[in-house]
């Protein structure tokens, strides 16, 4: 157990296997993290359920999930979404574009991006670096940037989503799947140097 966490294999039951049972179907193996969730179903499908009402909320594409949470998770320290994220990143954009989202660029990390999802990106960082410092400039960057108020909340409430779904991986011991690093970009693989180091 020990990369899947610091805490007992669940108990089986019904809504364990379920769990399990997903992810063998995507990714096609029973993840770290889901160990961990698994102890408490009920807890990870009401996250589950917050973080879809949200990204729906902030009218979120694909490729923009992938921008959010990888800019969030590099920022966070957390090599377990970085991964996965900067891989559908790179799936929805290039992998260059999510190595440079994750840190790596020369050219500055959003290089690569248009202005809103500029802004997009700079909010995220923001929430997990001091979300006591955002100010009025901020919100209004991101109605410049296309987003209405509803969307700004649900933005901004999925972020937050996103920040305690790595807390709980990190704090507790998942360690980033092997089969999740191998199958990374090398660009993306290469850049996330931080947090845990992946399974083995």
Known sequence: MA?????????????????????????GYVMNLTRVWAIEPE??????????????????????KGLVVSALASELGDS??????????ASAS?????????????????????????TIAAWARKLVRDPNGTT???????RDAGLDDRAI??????????????????????APDAALHASAPDAVREVVTWGRAAAR
């Open 3 to 27: 990369d899947a966490g610091f805490l007992t294999e669940p108990q089986p039951s019904a809504a364990v296997d379920a769990m399990y049972a997903a992810d063998g179907e995507d990714p």
């Open 43 to 64: 807890v990870y499908d009401a996250w589950s359920a917050f973080a879809v009402a949200t990204a729906e909320a902030a009218g979120l594409s694909f490729r923009r």
């Open 80 to 89: 377990y979404c970085s991964l996965a994220w900067g891989t559908r990143l």
């Open 94 to 118: 290039d992998p260059g574009t999510a190595a440079a989202v994750l840190g790596s660029g020369e050219a500055g990390p959003d290089a690569a991006l248009d202005d809103a999802e500029r």
């Open 136 to 142: 009025s400039a901020d919100v209004a960057a991101l």
């Open 153 to 174: 909340l649900g933005l901004t409430a999925y972020i937050a989503a996103r920040i305690a779904f790595s807390t709980v991986n990190d704090a507790l011991g998942a």
